[in-house]
Structure formats: structure tokens, C-alpha cells
């Protein structure tokens, strides 16, 4: 499973409306890149909705919105020759995406920083200082591993998977 950032999901959006554009007066001519555009903007829907419906949380609103969305690139890529609904289809899509993307930006959260304290200093008994000693190790373990070996007082920064806490 791939993981998007609150901006990489907006950036994809905005790539789809701008793939809507291009139908602004209908098809373009070039079927064939009309339809590869189409396919395109569809996969990214699919893949946004599968990430969503994967956080943990509840989506399903904005993935409504993303089936919704694939419905009607799939009427456009249907009925291409139809100029009256393609036009139709792409001003409906606009105002889809316009909700998707706001939706992003208002609900989904980004946790940018997380600080973990060493508290052994400020215990006295060695049980206390044992408990919170495995607290920080487990803290650093799961939200740092990955990003190598913690060196005492050193800044560490990793991307959290949002949805998932």
C-alpha cells in the first residue's frame, strides 16, 4: 500500500481537474489520448478511495464521492462523441473534485511532529525508572525504526501513516 501525504492527495486532485480541462469543449479529437486521460483520472480515483477506505477512519463520504466521480469519467469515456454530455460530465467533475479536494484539506490530519521526552531523569525508583525507560525504547522503536540508528539529542523526523493511532 502506498502512502500519501494530505498535499501529495490535494496534487493528484488538482492533476485530475486538470485532466478535466481538456474536455472543457468536448473531446479533443485524439480519442485515444481522451480515453488513456480518462483511464488515468480513474486510477488515481481508485487509488485515493482504496487509501482512504485503509486509514482507519471514516471516509466513506469523501469515497462516495470518488465512486461517484468514476462514474461519470466512465459516461464520458462511453459517450465521447456525445459533446453536449461530455461538456456536462466535466463541469459535474469539477465540482466534485472542488469538494474532494476541500474535504482533504479540512479532515484529513497530518501529524507533523511528535516529541518524546526522556522522563528517567525525573524518576527516583529504579521500577519507575525501568517502566519508563521501555516506554521511551518502545516510543523511539515504533514511530523512529526506520529511520536508522537514535543518537541522544538528535532531531529525528519520519512520516507518520495517518489513521493509524
Known amino acids: 500500500m502506498a502512502y500519501f501525504t494530505r498535499n501529495r492527495m490535494q496534487l493528484m486532485i488538482r492533476e485530475m481537474a486538470d485532466i478535466n480541462g481538456r474536455f472543457t469543449n468536448g473531446r479533443t479529437g485524439d480519442d485515444l489520448e481522451d480515453i488513456r486521460a480518462l483511464i488515468d483520472c480513474q486510477q488515481k480515483a481508485l487509488v485515493l478511495g482504496e487509501y482512504l477506505e485503509s486509514m482507519g477512519m471514516d471516509y466513506s463520504d469523501i469515497v462516495s464521492k470518488f465512486e461517484e466521480y468514476c462514474n461519470m469519467v466512465y459516461d464520458i469515456s462511453e459517450n465521447l462523441h456525445d459533446r453536449d454530455l461530455v461538456i456536462q460530465r466535466r463541469f459535474e467533475i469539477g ?3 472542488a469538494d474532494i479536494h476541500a474535504e482533504i484539506a479540512n479532515r484529513i490530519i497530518e501529524i507533523s511532529k511528535i516529541d518524546i521526552y526522556d522522563f528517567r531523569g525525573l524518576v527516583s525508583e529504579p521500577g519507575e525508572k ?5 516506554e521511551i525504547t518502545r516510543l523511539i522503536d515504533s514511530c523512529l525504526n526506520s529511520a536508522g540508528p537514535v543518537k541522544e539529542g538528535e532531531e529525528m523526523y519520519r512520516p507518520l501513516v495517518v489513521g493509524t493511532y
Open 95 to 97: 465540482h466534485i473534485l
Open 130 to 134: 525501568t517502566i519508563v525507560s521501555k
